[in-house]
Every structure is written in C-alpha cells, then in structure tokens.
C-alpha cells in the first residue's frame, strides 16, 4: 500500500521504518527539514534501537521523507503522528496535530501542496496521536475544514499506539495488541490490509480491537492510567511498608503472584515519569473534569507520585544536613535505557537538594546533557565514582544496571548515606543505607 506518515517523531519514524519493512511504499512527512534530511540519509534524528537499521535499508527505495504533504492524495492511507503536548492546566493541547490535520486536508482538496484527488476517491487519515475521545471531534473538524468540498471523502479513524521509547521498534512489531477505531468497514478492512504482513510476522497471535475512533482513544488512555496507578498503588502501600518496617518488595513479589493482579509494575520507588504517563493522565482528568466527573483515583495517583521525591529528601534529612555539603545524584533520565529527561524524578529531588543548599553533583550515563539545558549550574560528574568522590550523601533515581556495580566507589564518600529510589543498591557494612520502601 501507498502510505504517508505526517509526523516523524518517536512515532512517526518509528511507524513509517516498520511499514516500509513489512513491504508498504511510505512517504514520512515533517516541518523539520532536519528530520528529513537524516532520514533521507538513512538514520533517524531521535535515538531508538533498530531503527537505523530499517532505515539505511529502506531509504531511498521503499521509504522517502519530505517537508511537503504532496504524498497525501495518492496515498492509501495517511496517518498523523504528531506530538499532543500539555497545556499549563494539564489539558491536551491539539495545536500542532489540528494543523497537521487542516493541512492533510487542504492537501486532499487539491488546494494545499497536493495534487487534488478525483471524485470518486476515499480518504482514510489515521490519528496514531494520543489524543481524548473529545479530541477526535477536534481534529476531524480541522480535517474537514482543511477538505473543504472533499470533506465527504474523506474518513478519520484513530489507532492508537502503545510503543515505549527505548524499545520502539520492537514494542511495534510485537504489540500485545491493535486498535483500529473506525467508522466504516471499508476503514476497518484499509487498516487490517496495512497491518497484515505486521500481523504474519509476529508468529503470535495478536489480538486486534475493531471499534469507534472515541473507545479507541479511550482504550490507550485507560491503559496509560492504568499503568500509572499499578505504580502509585505500589508506592502508597510501599510507603506503609516502609513505616512499620516491612520490605515492600517482599510483599509486592508475593502479590503479584495472584494472576488476577500479575507481577509487573509492583516495584516500589521514587515514581514515574516520562514524555507519556504524566501527559495522558493530566490530559485524561482534565477531559473528565471538563465532562463534569471528578477522577479521584487518578487525582490520588498523580498526588503519590508527586510526594516521592519529598519522601527521599525526608529520609535524607533523617540522616544527614546536607547544607553546604556535596550531594550525588545517580541518574537523571526517567527511566534506564533513555536519555529523554522530561518529567524525570531527577528534577524534584534537584530542586529539593537545591533548597537544602546542597552542592549537587548529577551523573547519567547518557542524560546529563539534556539535564544541563534545565540545571545549567549543578556539577556532572563524568562516571558515577567521580560523582561520589567527596560526597556526603548519594541518592539513586534510575536504575541503570552500573549502579548496583559500584562496590568500592561508596569508600570514597566523606559520608556514605545512600539514599536508593530505586532498590539497585545492595545493603552493605559501613554504608548507611535507606531503601525508600523497603
Ligand atoms: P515527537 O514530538 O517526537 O514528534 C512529532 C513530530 O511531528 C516532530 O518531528 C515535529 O517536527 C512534527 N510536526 C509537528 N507539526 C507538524 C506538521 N504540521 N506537519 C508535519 N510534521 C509536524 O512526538 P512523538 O513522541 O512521536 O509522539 C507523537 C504522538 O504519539 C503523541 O500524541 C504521543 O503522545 C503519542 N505516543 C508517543 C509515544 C512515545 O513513546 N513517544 C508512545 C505512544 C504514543
């Protein structure tokens, strides 16, 4: 199939690389000509595993991007994969995707960059955006409005993606499952014949979920805060285990044997982050308060997630007075295996030691640089022994694997109070050690 990818991006980049592997003919479209251009080239502007790969492959023959949405009326479908970021109020803000969208429309109605469609021609565009179910409205709108005459041509649907950054590709091509949120059969049946050689190639069988653009939306946030609060859940009763005592990781290992509950997402700790989790469920209780409902629940995650990093420093105030003192941080990204640092827990416990007065020295195998655009003045250390020459206390907010290897490099601490979010740090003689739920 002839498919063109608006957005290339984590998602965009990522889908457009995978169709063009699995045998589609892909156009990937961005306003950034330096996007473009490395994909042109054969490499993706972000960072993912694999995904070099596919493109050096399939650049230049199967796959080719652009800054135009010249690619749209040919194609058999086009999709949006554009950022869907938060307003001050935690609300989405549709800005860029509602453009996008009036421009693939404007494209469609021949009167954009495009080069017009005939009559008789249909128009699926596909929302991979995370976007609300009042969302969909929006962006069909622009769409339509963007259409102009063609508008009765042209047909939204929305499937929603579940890929974490970090293991994209393969997240991608082994999902757990797939949404396609349609309107018609005909869009139902464009997308499974998109999906098809993606399906064969996962050996599993891969359950798919045909339903309106509005639940299809709604199952992706569902998931997200349902996800989120598996974690807070987790870290509220860790913080009980804490007070009486009691390793919360013994508890949550034991639970999560119930198959009813399932053993993942029960580690305890400093919290969660991320370009995704804090976006979608700030976007998800503001659609619903904006609905009229109070999301209590998700209220109460988001209120347990944000008091980590002050349950840290608590424990840190209980064992040292950091004033004037050289504090290390042990990782700065929001999770391993990324550089990304947006809504880190880094952030907070930073600006909580900054409070103390502490000399804050960071370390992170791959984040510092990012870190340094929000915390220009903080020392970076350039491993994590050097961050704890000479510190007086240590506190550990990712759990990258060479933490729990650093053995020897507590001895060269002037006061070795370990602080760990994260349970990568071994109780040891001589360390004053603190688990922040165990
Ligand atoms: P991103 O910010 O990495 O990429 C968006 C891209 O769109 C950018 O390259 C930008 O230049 C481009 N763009 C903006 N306006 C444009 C326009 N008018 N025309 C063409 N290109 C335009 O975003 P992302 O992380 O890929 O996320 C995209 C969507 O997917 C969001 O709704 C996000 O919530 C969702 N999502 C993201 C992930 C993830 O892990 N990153 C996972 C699942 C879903």
Redesign the pocket.
């Known amino acids: 199939m002839r498919v063109t990818v608006?957005?290339?991006?984590?998602?965009?980049t990522t889908l457009a690389a995978c169709l063009a592997d699995a045998g589609h003919d892909v156009t990937a479209?961005?306003?950034?000509p330096d996007?473009v251009a490395a994909i042109n080239d054969g490499h993706a502007?972000?960072h993912e595993p694999g995904l070099d790969d596919l493109l050096s492959e399939h650049a230049g023959d199967r796959l080719r991007a652009t800054t135009e949405y010249e690619s749209v009326p040919d194609a058999d479908v086009t999709f949006l994969?554009?950022?869907?970021p938060s307003n001050e109020d935690g609300s989405i803000d549709l800005g860029?995707?509602t453009?996008?969208a009036e421009?693939t429309g404007e494209a469609l109605a021949g009167e954009g960059n495009g080069s017009g469609a005939t009559p008789d021609d249909r128009h699926l565009v596909v929302v991979?955006?995370?976007?609300t179910p009042p969302g969909v409205g929006a962006v069909r709108e622009a769409l339509h409005a963007g259409a102009g005459d063609a508008a009765d041509r042209v047909e939204l649907a929305t499937n929603?993606?579940?890929?974490?950054?970090g293991t994209?590709v393969d997240d991608f091509r082994h999902p757990d499952k797939i949404v396609f949120g349609t309107e018609s059969e005909w869009a139902t049946e464009r997308l499974e014949t998109l999906y098809e050689p993606l399906v064969a190639a996962t050996d599993a069988d891969v359950p798919v979920i045909r339903t309106d653009p509005e639940t299809a939306v709604m199952i992706?946030y569902a998931n997200n805060a349902f996800l989120a609060s598996k974690i807070s859940l987790s870290n509220d009763l860790g913080n009980i285990c804490k007070r009486f005592g009691i390793d919360a990781y013994e508890v949550m290992d034991a639970v999560g044997l119930d198959d009813r509950i399932g053993a993942k997402f029960l580690r305890s700790g400093v919290g969660w982050g991320g370009?995704?989790f804090p976006?979608?469920v700030d976007a998800i209780r503001a659609a619903a308060r904006e609905a009229g409902y109070e999301p209590a629940l998700l209220d109460a995650a988001v209120a347990v997630n944000d008091g980590q990093p002050e349950r840290m420093l608590e424990l840190l105030d209980a064992h040292a007075d950091v004033a004037g003192g050289r504090v290390a941080v042990l990782g700065l990204a929001f999770k391993p295996g990324t550089d990304d640092v947006r809504n880190s827990r880094a952030i907070p416990i930073i600006e909580g030691l900054q409070d103390r007065s502490a000399d804050v020295v960071g370390y992170d195998p791959v984040a510092a640089e990012n870190t340094r655009e929000r915390f220009p003045d903080i020392e970076y250390a350039d491993s994590a022994a050097a961050a704890l020459d000479g510190a007086s206390a240590a506190l550990v907010v990712t759990d990258w694997d060479e933490f729990a290897a650093l053995d020897d490099a507590f001895d060269a601490m002037a006061d070795p109070v370990v602080i760990d979010g994260r349970r990568v740090i071994e109780r040891r003689a001589g360390l004053t050690y603190e688990g922040l739920t165990w």
């Open positions: 608006v957005g290339s991006g984590y998602v965009g479209v961005d306003i950034d996007v502007a972000i994969a554009i950022g869907t860029a995707l453009a996008a421009m991979k955006s995370t976007i929603p993606e579940f890929l974490r950054e994209a992706k370009s995704c976006k979608d």
